[in-house]
């Protein structure tokens, strides 16, 4: 076995990990957690035809690689969302995603469905997560470090920007810069092999991260919602009592970042 197939191996074990912790945990309904459920689970599929674990044909496995490419943004962009200070602001990244997806659609409609849309849709694509995702890491990082609280997402933020920041790297090299090609428009395969083994170690380093954000949060939802059931029967019990001052619970001051 080579290095570039032992690591394809372990980077679908990795991809294959927050498809097993959003189910098991319970989270593949929460929020934006089915968007990252079914990222991975693209992701994960498109991995194991690259490595040939599953047989299709040259079309079918060029159809899927399109297709798996054109929902990546979308998706991550929702997911996203779930990191949203506000309403406002996720009513804002919504229109952004919707906007997107138009833009998928012209360009799909005018070049056709082949490697040249993905070429044209990735590069702004890739712009919009990486400029999202730093203004989230900067604001969870600063909570996680200040405050001591949304630790798991900071990791989770955290991931998403590492592997976008390498995703952007491998397009610009692979896609804009073709370095993949020699002077006569042959391809490299050394070089292919390269662009594949970094694309790989980023998915599992990021894979894993996210993983462990993911863990830490769901133990801090877990908690959030034990506090609003406390809260929901505190204010059932102290319905008909007349307070001078208002009641309130540690609810409120657990998480003052969460918005719903």
Same mark, same amino acid.
């Given at each position: ?6 690591? %394809? ?5 990795? /991809? ?59 998706? /991550?962009?929702?997911? *996203? ?11 804002? *990244? ?17 070049? %056709? ?9 990735? %590069? ?12 989230? &890491?900067?604001?969870?990082?600063? /909570? ?22 390498? &995703?952007?790297?491998?397009? *610009? ?26 694309? &790989? ?7 894993? *991260? ?51």
């Amino acid at each position: 076995m080579t290095l570039n197939s032992i690591m %394809g191996f372990v980077s679908s074990l990795a /991809m294959l990990l927050p498809i097993v912790l959003i189910i098991s945990l319970k989270l593949s309904s929460y929020r934006s957690f089915p968007a990252l459920l079914v990222y991975y689970t693209s992701a994960l599929i498109y991995n194991l035809l690259t490595q040939h674990y599953i047989n299709l044909n040259a079309e079918q496995t060029r159809f899927v690689g399109i297709t798996n490419n054109l929902l990546d943004i979308p998706l /991550m962009l929702y997911f *996203l969302t779930y990191f949203s200070v506000s309403k406002e602001f996720s009513k804002r *990244l919504t229109l952004v995603i919707l906007a997107f997806l138009i833009f998928e659609l012209t360009v799909t409609l005018i070049s %056709g469905y082949n490697v040249n849309t993905i070429t044209i849709t990735l %590069g702004p694509g890739l712009a919009l997560v990486l400029a999202v995702s730093l203004y989230f &890491f900067i604001r969870q990082a600063k /909570m996680a470090i200040i405050h001591r609280k949304a630790t798991g997402k900071a990791l989770m933020i955290s991931a998403i920007l590492f592997g976008y920041g390498c &995703f952007s790297f491998i397009y *610009l090299m692979y896609y804009v810069f073709k370095a993949h090609l020699d002077e006569l428009g042959r391809v490299r395969e050394q070089y292919k092999q390269d662009t594949f083994l970094i694309y &790989f170690l980023s998915t599992t380093i990021s894979s894993l *991260l996210l993983c462990v954000g993911i863990i830490i949060e769901r133990k801090r939802i877990q908690k959030l919602n034990e506090l609003k059931q406390t809260r929901k029967e505190l204010s059932t019990i102290y319905t008909e009592t007349k307070r001078a001052v208002p009641y309130r619970t540690a609810m409120l001051d657990f998480d003052k970042d969460q918005w719903n």
